[in-house]
């Protein structure tokens, strides 16, 4: 199954609903005009299509595997991470200075969702190596960063984050990995790591783990937890590669899905110790970790993004082929598919999720350039907020969906779907991890009402409500019936969004295990008014070119059913998550523990 | 991980809900005594538990495989089917007179529930061989019946279903597979079926196939579709086996679940000819297969049913044992993570789902028996129509819920529900076919739509809505704040329902296409509303039980917590799909072909 990058509704989001235009007048942005960004995501979606998307299925069937410490990787991986370091895409948003492209986040958002429909196993080398590099960026000293980045942004070198032990998950207050200071600057590192992700392969002359441990003196808990630079290879002063340190991958991960992706169990420190410098400063590790991890949780809410449009692809080029059954309408013989009712909604479910979910991703990481570069201190504080708001939705929700998305794709194909030649059962498969990894819904549950909402009393989220509403009376203010039925649906959803919202706010303090019992689902809740309220924009936008004779009149309706779908389909569930929300945690919690 | 047979809520199902007592009346059901269906729930959880659950896991392992038409089945299935055929498991609810116990299904559905939750893939090969016998006992001739039932019912020979071809799939009407009449009352049987589960293997001594195909004069489409015994191995006028039939197996799929379970591809005459004999009349064969059809149907039900339990106990135990993060309510250092909100939430969605569904089966199955077996025609008549509209609801919803609760059940294990040796993964898999074969859930929902609910104008249907809003009524006069919590959501649910219907009677000829937009969500929307009324009955008498003192208060507690849970979460959802429904088809139906 080819995939084809679904360029004009990227383009159609970038610079209708994200702003590009005004991006590419960021300081530094000034390289992202709109010839450079059509010609980008072009690029990289023909490097998707041709070099990535057709090792997807041989690297399921053919994983990875372990053999006396080595990994080695499934066929053609190695070659494509040479000609994708190679041809500059490992440095797209890296820093010129160190050999990278520099474009704004707006730029590489839709190039990383490429790169997940193209080859999810693929796309976690460069998205762990992203996040590494943001690591060195925020904090690493120059000699670090001069040692690291331009291996690293080249695709010489790779990254990996190495924090997940047997007995800590979700709670790195229980890592137990020793760094022992040796007293010249380095440190001596013994522990456990697993699920470290690309923690082992043959894609790379060396791999760069970055390491969650505690020094022995440090305080208990998360704020005794420090970050380490343990490279495979030890890096001599002329940068050349050294000795083979002390860190070994015992095994790899028998998994559902992203079989291709090497999932290591690394032993740190069995002969002797790992050598390991500090980045930063001690016991500020989980900080510094956070900057990869939210870097990396909106890859991978890019990540749902990417497999869902690769499952609606496929299913939909299955549905316009496959023959079975009268037209229901009346028709002589057997037709596609497609003609069958349930298939269409199948088919328009997948589809405006996966376009909700994109749109508000891309708005989110425009939103994270004007914060990072805006001149204007004011609009680069209300847009870092913004940001930090949609990050635990974007990989929460989107993640979600994409599960969704990928159950429908198996099912659109009927008997087909579960056949594993069909290749529909593997995005179903695959999918399946990203609501859990780079923390679990509910961790981004947790992040969205405690960090996100109850810190500043819900103003950033009532401040996106209000913009919500005014979406909401623009369409409402139309002829058009689809957008008046849009805008009758949008205001319920952010009437209900508001009501949990205040629920929230009010109640977290005095019933805590009651709101966090609703936390999944008001991160649900918010993912679906904000992404119905992007497409209620894009319809509003879509009619206007309509009107004006603009563009592709056939992507404009087209845009507009889709956003009218996501409306009385989607949007319509958000008031029985109020109620799940605000009425439903005594029923959460009702039971006792020897109950279940 | 063990299997626990759940006998408390079965038999409170059975005993509270379903009328166990009432079907013990019946003539020909005398011997199901309470003291008789406790022991057979007993000693077959007992079987199930210690033959079948721990071959679960290694079936899926290590798959039945095809070498030059034989296929050897998973280690330790054949021993374990030996063993069920002898213990009389597989003439649970058989004719007494080819050798079965002759129990009513009423008794025979929780033992198919148990086997499902024990072994998927096992379980189907009775599943097949059950619906074979039923067709058999309903068009065979005396002949037919002496010859094949009592080695089927034995478990000495096995039954399969042969419908599909590689064109033919939820459309019978292509099918092309060929029957010649060779005047001697054989036909010879050319074509290939494929996707037939135990199409070949090693666990009986025949396989009995049941074949649907064309003689040469047959009308066109569904109406010319005959059905045929077609034995693996041809039987001696002295029962004992003949010849080797010329139907081959020529492979096995690749499946992303149920591996254990050998789905075949069976080329049919291509060595001059399978010889068959007629079932029945001829050009009848789809009403035939129908009967094994349904009773297949309501047996997938119980496969979701089985599944989903499965993946709950799983996933309790797991959140019991797992230590993680400390208790939002403070605790000195971590906790299980069952006292975390939402693995509550996530194991309630599992749970209540789970009792929902299957308190509407059992209640389904009893009716079956009562529509069977009862003295007066009219209650006959009743139940069995009652039973009918039930079929599709306990197929669709049940399987669509258990893909959702296995799914829930990996969010639960987090990284380790990823991995394949913790086995939450292969429920994921597993339950992924049960919303496709046997008629997808869109083909339930046509079922659901037009013969259930169109043709009698909705009358059935609203018979049932009266008898929800009949417990409604009762919920709504406690004392008990759940109850009434309940009885709101119900109230409102049996609305949402009720219009729908209307609306699906009203417009079902006017506008077909809108009709069966929302036929799936119709299907599912009648899931909750009447799974939430079975709760809402369990939670009455629960209620009733904790006031007289009567029984084990805790299970009584949990039952009106797990209602209450269900109230708020689920059947909260309805109104979501009334809107869906009756505005949301024109959403459905947007787009273009071209525009997909």
Chains 1, 2 share one sequence.
Not at 233 to 241: E, M, R, S, V, Y
Not at 253 to 268: C, N
Not at 444 to 468: E, M, S
Request: proline share 3%; charged share 20%.
């Amino acid at each position: 199954m080819p995939y084809v990058a679904p360029l004009k509704d990227m383009l159609f989001v970038l610079n209708e609903l994200a702003g590009m235009e005004q991006v590419a007048q960021l300081p530094g942005c000034e390289d992202a005009t709109a010839e450079t960004v059509e010609a980008v995501l072009h690029e990289h979606g023909k490097f998707c299509s041709e070099v990535l998307a057709p090792l997807n299925r041989s690297g399921d069937v053919e994983p990875s595997f372990w053999h006396d410490g080595q990994v080695t990787t499934s066929k053609g991986f190695k070659e494509a991470f040479k000609a994708f370091g190679e041809a500059g895409w490992m440095g797209l948003p890296h820093p010129v200075e160190f050999g990278g492209q520099g474009l704004p986040k707006t730029v590489a958002t839709p190039c990383i969702e490429m790169l997940n429909s193209a080859n999810l196993s693929f796309a976690l080398c460069p998205l762990l190596t992203d996040g590494a590099i943001e690591a060195f960026m925020t904090a690493g000293t120059e000699e670090q960063k001069n040692t690291y980045l331009e291996n690293m942004i080249s695709g010489k070198w790779t990254g990996t984050m190495n924090l997940t032990e047997p007995q800590a998950g979700s709670d790195l207050a229980l890592v137990r990995t020793r760094a022992v200071s040796q007293g010249d600057g380095t440190f001596k590192i013994f522990g456990t790591k697993i699920f470290i992700t690309y923690g082992e392969h043959d894609m790379a002359e060396n791999i760069i783990h970055l390491v969650l441990a505690r020094t022995p003196d440090a305080p208990e808990g998360v704020k005794g937890i420090s970050l380490f630079i343990v490279p495979k290879f030890l890096i001599n002063a002329d940068g050349t590669l050294g000795a083979r340190n002390d860190v070994q991958c015992v095994s790899l991960e028998h998994k559902l899905g992203i079989k291709a992706s090497p999932t290591a169990v690394l032993q740190f420190g069995d002969h002797g110790g790992a050598i390991g410098t500090l980045v930063g400063e001690e016991n500020r590790g989980l900080e510094y970790m956070f900057i990869m991890m939210n870097a990396a949780r909106f890859g991978v809410g890019m990540q749902g993004v990417g497999i869902a449009e690769r499952a609606y692809q496929k299913a939909a080029a299955f549905a316009k082929e496959r023959v079975q059954s009268r037209d229901l309408a009346g028709s002589a013989g057997a037709v596609t598919i497609i003609h069958h009712p349930d298939v269409r909604r199948m088919l328009m479910t997948m589809r405006s999720q996966t376009e909700a979910a994109r749109a508000l991703a891309y708005v989110a990481a425009a939103a994270s350039d004007v914060g990072h570069s805006h001149a204007d201190e004011a609009t680069r504080k209300e847009n870092q907020a913004f940001y930090e708001y949609l990050v635990p939705i974007v990989k929460g929700w989107s993640t979600e969906m994409a599960i969704d998305v990928a159950s429908n794709g198996v099912q659109v194909h009927g008997g087909m779907g579960f056949i594993e030649e069909t290749g529909a059962a593997q995005y179903y498969r695959d999918a399946r991890i990203l609501a859990i990894y780079e923390g679990t819904t509910a961790i981004q549950a947790n992040d969205l009402v405690g960090r996100k909402t109850a810190r500043d009393g819900g103003a950033v989220a009532n401040g996106i409500i209000a913009q919500v509403r005014y979406t909401h009376q623009q369409l409402a203010g139309s002829s058009n019936a689809d957008l008046i039925a849009i805008s009758k649906q949008l205001a319920l959803a952010a009437t209900a969004l508001e009501q949990v919202v205040g629920y929230v706010v009010a109640n977290v303090k005095s019933d805590i295990k009651g709101v966090f019992a609703g936390s999944v689902l008001y991160l649900k809740l918010a993912g679906i008014v904000l992404g119905g309220w992007q497409l209620g924009r894009a319809a509003l936008i879509a009619q206007e070119k309509l009107q004006s004779g603009q563009g592709d009149a056939s992507f404009y309706r087209a845009k507009i059913g889709t956003a009218r779908f996501f409306a009385d389909h989607i949007l319509a569930q958000a008031d029985a998550h109020r109620v799940a929300i605000i009425e439903g945690s005594a029923g959460v919690l009702a039971l006792t523990e020897d109950q279940f």
